[in-house]
């Protein structure tokens, strides 16, 4: 059974009643093979056990480094081992161990897991037309009749496999898409989400329900997305734009991230050839823990590269700050990449376009253009319409002149009816990047200042 927050928080005071000190705390900790700079830093004493008790009570480990600290001469401690001792005996003798189905053959489908939410958007991303989603269900064997019809293909597919399951066919289903040459990329992803512990892409944490700041009405809905779609009809951009974008995506890299009990993704940058730029999220992750080891590919795309450049991070130099969501690492080479130059002297407005370089649900490189994108600004955010997806936390954000402003953190869905239709929009937010900027000095980090 895990503490509860007033459990934490009386250990927390018999701590500091105790004189408890941050070297007992630390030496116990290497004494149980855990370092100290895995766990999330905190300047108020009291937050930082709070912090410890938390990052080990998640992983099973808060009695192990209580039976240390009571080894140590630390007499209170031996009051809370034997608490916790008794509660885990306890614990064995009245939980009967419950075995998770694997997340394909569950029935009823559970939404709240990420593995299946994500693997509904990587159908959505494959296959994007009702005959080529009915063709895949066709060729699984739903049976006749069955097959949905929604008025968008997110609908669609959310319907589409709940009936599969219900069915018990939803791992053959993704049997068959792991098979389908046709869909190029993301064949490989499929393969990977039919393992029993798919990588997944790290979340930030959940917004609060008025995190998106402007607020339009089911009227200005339309108007905005009218007006978008109509910009990307007719307005032309000039060639160069493309090359700027082939240009920094060389220096746009997919991060394979390994947590204690977890494989997952996201996306970073060089800011100077041997650090890498993401967020904070990726690497200090709230349910994962600290990040073991993270592999950068700088070269996963759809066309294959001559030579990739694929290399390690150090684990022990990161930095970085929770409240902003930013963090780097160097790695173990330095690259031959031009680092990306953070900031522009150019005022950043509302109806400005944006464009963002990805790795969308950890599928080959990508990048989103998007007209009349930013919705919302303020000193330390940024909030868009650009379409990114998880996988995309850690791209930068780019304005049309292809200056870094922003370093994209957050998502969410949202279904807002136009004209007569409902369709699925994407609200992406942003750290601004001159927050970003400003902890990079604070912490003496080094980097390339556009101004």
Known sequence: MPLQLNEIQKFANDCLDNFLDINDINTALYQININPAHIPQNNSQI????????YLDARGHFTEWLEKLVENGIVFAKEWHTRMTSRENLDIVENKPQTKKPYL??????????????????????????????????????????????????????????????????RSMTEKAAEDVSIGSYQKRFQEMLSANPPISTLSSQKKADWWKEKNTSQKNSR?????????????????????????SRSVAKL?????????????????PNLILTNYHNLKHEEYGCVLNVTAEFDYENIAVENPLVTKG???????????????????KVTDRDPISLGTPFHIAKQDHVVVVQHPLG?????????????YVDEEKIQYLADTQ???????????????????HAEAEVDIEIGKSKETVWRNEGIHIDKVIDGLRTHNIPFNHRK
Do not use: C
């Not at 937050?47 to 938390?54: A, D, L, N, S």
């Open 314 to 332: 150090k684990m022990d130099t990161i930095q970085g700050e929770s409240k902003y969501d930013w963090a780097v690492f160097q790695l173990e």
């Open 390 to 408: 998880q996988g995309s936390s850690g791209a930068p954000v780019f304005n049309i002149q292809m200056h870094l402003i922003a370093l994209h």
């Open 224 to 248: 905005i997305h009218f007006e978008r779609l109509i910009a990307k009809r007719s307005r032309l951009f000039d060639i160069d734009l493309a090359r700027q974008v082939a240009k920094v």
């Open 105 to 170: 053959d569950e029935h009823p489908v559970d939404w709240t897991r990420a593995e299946i939410n994500q693997l509904r958007d990587l159908f959505i991303s494959a296959y994007d037309q009702k005959l080529t989603a009915k063709e895949l269900a066709d060729s699984t064997g739903i049976v006749a009749g069955t097959f949905p019809i929604a008025e968008n293909m997110r609908r669609t597919w959310y319907q589409l496999i709940n009936e599969i399951a219900k069915q018990g066919k939803l």
């Open 363 to 375: 599928t080959p490189k990508k990048f989103a253009l998007d007209p009349l994108s930013i919705q």
């Open 47 to 54: 937050e930082y056990i709070k912090g410890v008790v938390q």
């Open 256 to 272: 394979n991230l390994q947590f204690e009990n977890k494989n997952a993704y996201g996306t970073g940058f060089l800011i100077q």
